[in-house]
């Protein structure tokens, strides 16, 4: 079955060290991502890139290791619209430092049946 429909793609860059409430940014994101109801979300961890500072920042051994603690992650996530909206506002309160956009999309949800 396919389900089509407008929808939001939220894009959440931030540095590896970033935390909130103890925990690991992007699981928190994840997390209240899944609890507040998105369709679905990605956690990307990046091997090199550079943010404000303009300093670029790798692992030294191609590995997910804590080499640098300022690697960058990015979580994608894609969300109905009116989602999307109420979501955009724990995410102000979630992110300490980083860069969020924000893409309307057309959606394409495959689903199997169930038997």
Known sequence: ?????????????FSDSESYKGKALDD?????ALEY?????TVIHGIEGFGRHHEIHAAKVRRFGKDDP????????VAREDRAEGFLSILDEMIGEGIVTIEDVEMR????EED
């Open 37 to 41: 109801g998105i369709d679905g979300a």
């Open 70 to 77: 300022h690697t960058p992650v990015v979580v994608v996530m």
């Open 109 to 112: 949800q495959y689903r199997r």
């Open 1 to 13: 079955m396919k389900v089509t429909g407008r929808a939001r793609k939220i894009s959440i860059y």
């Open 28 to 32: 928190a994101i994840v997390e209240r």
